[in-house]
C-alpha cells in the first residue's frame, strides 16, 4: 500500500452529480472489461443510483486521499440492528491498484464501530470485487442469486447491470450477536 492517508467525508448535494457520474464510470469499465461493450444508457441507471442515495439510512460518502476525491461509497445504515450494508462502492478511474479501496474500506470500519455485520453485493463477473472484498476484506460470500435463486430485494427480477441478476451477496461479522 501506498503511504497515502484516506479520510471520508459524507457528500454535499451540490457533489452529488457528480459523485455519481464517477461512480457510473468507474462500474462502466469494469462492465467493458468483462463484456466489450456497454449496455444503453449508464451502469447502474440514474433511477438506480437516486434511490440507493434516497433510502432510509443511507449515508453518501466521498473517499479522499490527500484531500483530493479519488470515490465513494453508500452506505445503510440500521441504527436498530447494527446490521449495516456497503450498497455502493468505488475508487476512481485512474485511481486503482495504490492500496486507496482498502484504505477506504477500513475508514468505513472506523467510522461505523457499532456495526455487527456488514452486506454487500457484486455481480457474478466481478473477479476483481470479488477478490478485494474476499481476499483483503474479510467478507465471507454467503449467497449465490442467480435465474433460480433471484435476489428477495430485487423482486422485479434482474437490476440494470448485465449477468441477468447473477451476483453474491457477502458478509462480514464484525462482532458477534
Given at each position: 500500500?501506498?503511504?497515502?492517508?484516506?479520510t471520508?467525508?459524507?457528500?454535499?448535494p451540490d457533489?452529488i452529480?457528480a459523485?455519481?457520474k464517477e461512480?457510473q464510470?468507474?462500474?462502466?469499465?469494469?462492465?467493458i472489461d468483462?463484456?466489450?461493450?456497454?449496455?444503453d444508457?449508464?451502469i447502474p441507471s440514474?433511477?438506480v443510483?437516486?434511490?440507493?442515495i434516497?433510502?432510509?439510512?443511507?449515508v453518501?460518502?466521498?473517499?479522499?486521499?490527500?484531500?483530493?476525491?479519488v470515490?465513494?461509497a453508500?452506505?445503510?445504515?440500521d441504527r436498530?440492528?447494527n446490521?449495516?450494508?456497503?450498497d455502493?462502492?468505488f475508487?476512481r478511474?485512474?485511481e486503482?491498484?495504490?492500496?486507496?479501496?482498502?484504505k477506504a474500506?477500513l475508514?468505513i470500519e472506523?467510522r461505523?464501530?457499532e456495526?455487527?455485520?456488514?452486506?454487500?453485493?457484486?455481480?457474478?463477473?466481478?473477479?476483481?470485487?470479488?477478490?478485494f472484498?474476499?481476499?483483503?476484506c474479510?467478507?465471507?460470500?454467503v449467497?449465490f442469486?442467480?435465474p433460480?435463486h433471484?435476489?428477495?430485494?430485487?423482486?422485479?427480477g434482474p437490476d440494470?447491470?448485465?449477468?441477468?441478476?447473477?451476483?453474491f451477496q457477502f458478509?462480514?461479522?464484525?462482532?458477534?450477536?
Amino acid at each position: 500500500m501506498t503511504g497515502e492517508t484516506v479520510t471520508l467525508a459524507e457528500a454535499h448535494p451540490d457533489d452529488i452529480p457528480a459523485f455519481k457520474k464517477e461512480l457510473q464510470d468507474a462500474f462502466a469499465q469494469a462492465v467493458i472489461d468483462e463484456f466489450g461493450s456497454l449496455p444503453d444508457g449508464p451502469i447502474p441507471s440514474d433511477q438506480v443510483l437516486d434511490a440507493a442515495i434516497a433510502a432510509p439510512g443511507a449515508v453518501v460518502l466521498r473517499i479522499l486521499s490527500g484531500g483530493r476525491k479519488v470515490g465513494g461509497a453508500v452506505v445503510t445504515l440500521d441504527r436498530d440492528t447494527n446490521h449495516n450494508a456497503l450498497d455502493l462502492f468505488f475508487i476512481r478511474t485512474g485511481e486503482h491498484s495504490r492500496g486507496l479501496g482498502l484504505k477506504a474500506w477500513l475508514a468505513i470500519e472506523r467510522r461505523y464501530p457499532e456495526t455487527a455485520v456488514w452486506r454487500t453485493l457484486t455481480p457474478y463477473f466481478e473477479k476483481r470485487n470479488i477478490h478485494f472484498y474476499v481476499n483483503k476484506c474479510g467478507f465471507k460470500i454467503v449467497e449465490f442469486f442467480n435465474p433460480r435463486h433471484r435476489d428477495p430485494h430485487q423482486p422485479e427480477g434482474p437490476d440494470d447491470l448485465p449477468g441477468d441478476g447473477e451476483a453474491f451477496q457477502f458478509e462480514k461479522i464484525m462482532r458477534p450477536a
